[in-house]
Antibody
Framework: VQLVESGGGLVQSGRSLRLSCAAS????????MYWVRQVPGEGLELVASISWNSDNARYADSVKGRFTISRDNAKKSLYLQMNSLRIEDSALYFC????????????????WGQGTQVTVSA | DTVMTQSPATLSVSPGERATLSCGASQSVSNNLAWYQQKPGQAPRLLIHESSTRASGIPARFSGSGSGTEFTLTISSLQPEDFAVYYCHQYNNWPRTFGQGTKVEIK
């Protein structure tokens, strides 16, 4: 299993950024996928989840209405469109594979990418 | 949200000694609790799921226990490669949440 994130960078507050994650080594369209972020030296925060068929997408309250998670099963890719970025969105963003398909509860994360850094400046 | 509280924040242990890490949940998470290990510059690695089931390839010196609101990760004999930060994670309630981590450092 390999998950490779890209698209991070330095952006001004209020602007947009789109993260991508290329997946390989497993049947991508069988599993829910997540974005989880981590501020250096701090904990982990779930950002968004998407079910195997894109029918169910969920978001943390802190990003609801600003971020959109999507996937392209044909391309084995996961995306996170981040709009109206805030300084507090600065973090390392991980693409994470779930063991379930629905993107809700009852299943756990088994594989993580190395992350892509997002830095939002004033 | 379900708040996960880990203790201690830092644990200083000598190689070969036993380490016991605790994780508490603000409400029941049944046995839907996982433990991850993270080393500097690396992604988290799954150690334990369903409170006590070791993930594939994880050495037997790692063991987990607990249910409901109280959980424990035990490393029976610390090896040099075990010094890292450990996170507990509940996947029973939405949103899924993580503890703040316990850093296991060399004494």
């Amino acid at each position: 299993v390999q998950l490779v994130e890209s698209g991070g960078g330095l952006v001004q507050s209020g602007r947009s950024l789109r993260l991508s994650c290329a997946a390989s080594g497993f049947n991508f369209d069988d599993y829910a996928m997540y974005w989880v972020r981590q501020v250096p030296g701090e904990g982990l925060e779930l950002v968004a989840s998407i079910s195997w068929n894109s029918d169910n997408a969920r978001y943390a309250d802190s990003v609801k209405g600003r971020f959109t998670i999507s996937r392209d099963n044909a391309k084995k890719s996961l995306y996170l469109q981040m709009n109206s970025l805030r300084i507090e969105d600065s973090a390392l963003y991980f693409c994470v594979k779930d063991t379930g398909f629905s993107g809700t509860t009852g299943a756990y994360f088994d594989y993580w990418g190395q992350g892509t850094q997002v830095t939002v400046s004033a | 949200d379900t708040v996960m509280t880990q203790s201690p924040a830092t644990l200083s242990v000598s190689p070969g000694e036993r380490a016991t890490l605790s994780c508490g949940a603000s409400q029941s998470v049944s046995n839907n609790l996982a433990w991850y290990q993270q080393k500097p510059g690396q992604a988290p690695r799954l150690l334990i799921h369903e409170s006590s089931t070791r993930a594939s390839g994880i050495p037997a010196r790692f063991s987990g226990s607990g249910s409901g609101t109280e959980f424990t990760l035990t490393i029976s004999s610390l090896q040099p490669e075990d010094f890292a930060v450990y996170y507990c994670h509940q996947y029973n309630n939405w949103p899924r949440t993580f503890g703040q981590g316990t850093k296991v450092e060399i004494k």
